[in-house]
């Protein structure tokens, strides 16, 4: 028989109690969150080591990303020297391809900077060094001009690199000519011709223009490494491979280096021009594909044309001097002043794409300092208001 002053705890004593099961229930409830807390940190515990690198993993990590630099860095390297090599020999021959191998015979004959009284032929009137100097004018003043552009933005690294890059290939030109007006003004003989002083001013007037690939090669790289990052880059530049300064350097480096040893020397001083002149093709058509592909609202198509056929049109005086020479008889003043004034219509149009091209990234990017001001303001407003 049940005592009156039983209390209700007794009850939680006997499992078949109702208050037992309520309370059971209770318990379960409450112990869910700590319960889950324990399971997530077992989880975590066992995740963590997936997560941790060792010391000797990041080591690792370390060593394969030098090792495929440095293998990177020596297959630009070799490669560069390759296709120098190579083309510096094709240069050789394909003068006789084009004009055949009895006017090649006549007009490349190779001096090595010992010229012969009987079939060396240099030019010093100044319709040669007269144009000379204008050229040097000229490309000056667009190397200049492109500084000027790119001066307007100068937070943008990879605008300086193009600009810097663009004008001194535009130097390199102004060099050259420079050069090779003192050359033709002053060294009158032919025993003048076969002095140090000649030797180095000469190799200086041709081996800048091997040097100008490098520029020309590394404005192509330049040029892809800013648009092909733009989100409306077009598929078919994005295929276009980027070479490393590496490889232009090295590229370029051989025929400048054979100028100087006077593998590059011919009985016709303009010749040494001509076969420098070959070395550019790769380059020559690396920048042209660049403008053929890229897609920018201020790089019209006429802008395109005009900058592909500055870069091409060079390629024409190869068969053309020959032909003025031997089929026309032309003299030397002559020739010369036809081919001062084609280097002046190709050059001027380089300079000009190159200055345009800068200029659209300059444009571009003050439209987004614009932009981002703008934004700014509106924030700030809207935070005035809300106060």
């Known amino acids: 028989m049940c ?20 309370k059971a229930e209770s318990d379960l409830s409450g112990s869910d969150g700590s319960e889950n807390d324990e399971v997530n940190n077992n989880s975590k515990r066992v995740r963590q080591p997936k997560t941790l ?34 083309w510096c020999v094709f240069s050789q021959y394909l003068p006789f391809l ?20 009987a079939i060396s032929v240099f030019d010093n009137t100044i319709w040669t060094y007269g144009t000379d ?3 040097a004018t000229i490309t000056a003043g667009f190397a200049a001009w492109i500084l000027r552009t790119a001066s307007r933005s100068p937070t943008r690294d990879d605008i300086q690199r193009l600009a810097q890059v663009s004008a001194s290939m535009l130097a390199l030109y102004s060099m050259s000519t420079g050069a090779g007006a003192i050359a033709h003004q002053n060294f009158l003989t032919i025993e003048s011709r076969g002095t140090i002083a000649f030797r180095v001013l000469w190799t200086i007037c041709v081996g800048t223009v091997f040097m100008a690939a490098i520029s020309m090669g590394i404005i192509g790289s330049e040029c892809l490494r800013i ?54 093709t790769p380059t020559t058509f690396y920048c042209m594909g660049f403008l053929f592909l890229v897609d920018h609202p201020a790089i019209t198509n006429k802008m395109k044309i005009y900058g592909m056929f500055g870069f091409i049109v060079n390629a024409f005086l190869l068969p053309l001097y020959p032909f003025l020479v031997l089929n026309l008889g032309w003299d030397l003043p002559a020739c010369n002043t036809i081919l001062h004034c084609n280097l ?8 000009l794409i190159l200055q345009r ?16 001001g703008q934004q700014q303001e509106q924030l700030l407003s809207t935070q005035k208001k809300v106060q």
């Not at 370390?62 to 860095?73: G, L």
């Not at 051989?254 to 070395?279: E, K, N, W, Y």
């Not at 091209?357 to 981002?372: G, H, Q, S, T, W």
Request: proline content about 6%.
């Open 344 to 351: 002046c219509v190709a050059w001027s149009l380089q300079g």
């Open 53 to 86: 690198q060792s010391p000797n993993n990041n080591n690792n990590d370390n060593s394969n990303a030098v090792t495929t630099r440095t293998a990177s860095t020596f297959s630009s390297v070799f490669s560069g020297l390759l296709h120098g090599v190579a």
């Open 3 to 22: 005592k009156p002053d039983q209390s209700s705890t007794d009850y939680a004593k006997t499992p078949s109690s109702p208050p037992a099961a309520v």
């Open 133 to 135: 100097y204008a050229l």
């Open 227 to 280: 648009f092909q990052r733009r989100p409306d880059c077009p598929a078919a530049l994005k295929t276009m491979p980027r070479l490393t300064n590496a490889y232009w350097l090295c590229y370029g480096a051989v025929g400048t280096i054979a100028c100087g040893l006077g593998l590059m020397s011919f009985q016709r001083p303009a010749c040494d021009i001509f076969i420098a002149g070959i070395t550019q």
């Open 98 to 117: 084009m004009s055949g191998q009895e006017a090649g015979n006549k007009i490349y004959q190779k001096a090595f900077f010992e010229y012969d009284p």
């Open 357 to 372: 091209v800068v200029k659209c990234l300059v444009e571009d990017d003050a439209n987004a300092n614009a932009n981002r």
